[in-house]
């Protein structure tokens, strides 16, 4: 069973920076390596969307609002994924979820879910 839990969020002025970590436990190195990692967020009103995906190895894939000044990696020794926020805007306030999704085999996978965690973007 898997568990994934993501660092604190915080609050951060207009053209900061704020880095997110989610950690997986309850797996091996070697599972966690299987799995798409990503990171959702949801704001006030509005649906959750995909941020940011990474691949078993390592191709990212972004949505567009946040290409260019988001950067998603993982590391899969310690089965731990981050997001890298730079030029923070009020719009990309929201909470922000991290994901794992597993291979699928027979027609079906599952996806598992940190808490979220809260950042806010104001000045």
């Known amino acids: 069973q898997v568990q994934l839990v993501e660092s604190r969020g915080g609050l951060v002025q207009p053209g900061g920076s704020l880095r997110l970590s989610c950690a997986a436990s309850?797996?091996?190195?070697?599972?966690?390596?299987?799995?798409?990692m990503g990171w959702y967020r949801q704001a006030p009103g509005k649906e959750r969307e995909l941020v940011a995906s990474?691949?078993?190895?390592?191709?990212?894939n972004y949505a567009d609002s946040v290409r260019g000044r988001f950067a998603i990696s993982r590391d899969n020794a310690k089965s731990t994924v981050y997001l890298q926020m730079n030029s923070l805007k009020p719009e990309d306030t929201a909470v922000y979820y991290c994901?794992?999704?597993?291979?699928?085999?027979?027609?079906?996978?599952?996806?598992?879910w940190g808490q979220g965690t809260q950042v806010t973007v104001s000045s």
């Open positions: 994901n794992a999704q597993s291979p699928t085999l027979y027609g079906r996978n599952y996806m598992y």
């Open positions: 990474i691949s078993t190895v390592g191709s990212a």
């Open positions: 309850g797996t091996s190195g070697s599972i966690f390596r299987t799995y798409v």
